[in-house]
């Protein structure tokens, strides 16, 4: 008998190990047990998988606080406030409709920064070619360059869904790495196409957009949330999209554990309310960057970034059906 019970208890711990299904949130108490985005399967197996979580722990590109490289543990830890309940406004559990792991850190040598572009497109080329997406966790925001070049790879050229308070579209020497100028080797390169891509939020001065359009912060203060969702889909048409999030997009009232902090950002309700409304748009994925726990001792930086990605979940799942079957009380 007290064998079953401590297999009972056993079962109900841990799920990030545990877990006996890719389906569904595995509860447990939010204080304990090995920590996973959502307590999601912690794996390196891709079978049956639709999307896999991933952490890219990389901020040699920063131009000002790094930090980043702790932002995939701070939003692993973040997530298990979250991960116990059907998320809130959507109504259903995304995790039911869609077969989503945790599939760890992506590995590069920081001893030799010139090959980390590459070996992060590799990595990511490998899981996208299994026909998985990828929900990426930054690291600074360089970090969607290489994931973008992977993206291109199987996609050709992108729409760009880009909240920041910074463009990113300085100009750049080629083959630099710096998370001020990705875009501008993005579009340079060809991966996006800036005639249907959009930058949500921005707030910093740059005399070249390079053809991306701009709702920058008093454009987004000015309109309803609905106007401005409105106007990202009406940007972006019928394309296939990647969404890219900068923490520091949000006030620092809402997201002080960033690198580059600007006043006069999004509030996260802005924030959710339009990524919930972005429906319609065919995303082929994802990152989540910039944020940098260590200058944020309550966590809530990296509870909204956690958030934000859940939000992105349950986008791609609204008009699935569930693949948990239902069994009677």
């Known amino acids: 008998m007290s064998q079953l019970i401590d297999e009972r208890k056993n079962s109900r711990t841990d799920q990030a190990f545990m877990a006996d299904s890719l389906y569904g949130l595995h509860r447990e108490r939010t204080y304990s047990g090995a920590l996973s985005y959502l307590r999601r399967r912690y794996t390196k197996d891709l079978t049956g998988v639709d999307i896999a979580v991933v952490g890219v722990p990389y901020d040699l590109a920063t131009t000002n606080r790094a930090g980043t490289r702790f932002g995939p ?20 559990d995304p995790t039911e409709r869609l077969a989503i792991i945790d599939y760890g850190d992506f590995t ?9 572009p590459d070996e992060i497109t590799a990595q990511a080329d490998d899981i996208l070619s299994q026909g998985v997406s990828l929900l990426a966790m930054g690291g600074d925001h360089f970090i969607s360059l290489p994931l973008l070049r992977a993206y291109a790879k199987q996609h050709g050229p992108l729409a760009l869904v880009h909240f920041d308070a910074h463009s990113d579209t300085w100009p750049d020497q080629e083959g630099r790495i710096s998370h001020g100028t990705m875009f501008y080797h993005a579009v340079k390169e060809g991966i996006i196409d800036p005639s249907c891509s959009v930058q949500v939020g921005i707030r910093t001065y740059n005399a070249d957009p390079l053809g991306i359009t701009w ?3 008093n454009w987004v203060h000015s309109h309803r949330t609905e106007e401005t969702t409105a106007e990202i889909k009406r940007i972006v048409g019928d394309r296939k999209a990647y969404l890219t999030f900068d923490i520091d997009s949000l006030d620092p009232c809402f997201a002080p554990g960033t690198g580059t902090p600007v006043i006069g950002g999004l509030t996260t309700h802005q924030a959710r309310t339009m990524i919930q409304g972005l429906d319609g748009i065919d995303f082929v994925g994802m990152d989540l960057v910039e944020v940098a726990p260590p200058y944020d001792t309550a966590d ?5 970034g956690a958030t934000l990605m859940l939000d992105y979940l349950c986008l791609r799942a609204k008009d699935l059906p569930s693949r948990v079957a239902k069994t009677d009380a």
């Open 215 to 217: 709702l920058d912060a």
């Open 108 to 116: 590069f040598d920081y001893g030799e920064p010139a090959g980390v």
């Open 73 to 92: 543990a701070g939003i692993r830890a973040a997530s298990a406030q979250i991960g116990n309940l059907t998320p809130w406004p959507w109504g259903f």
């Open 300 to 304: 809530v930086t990296s509870l909204a």
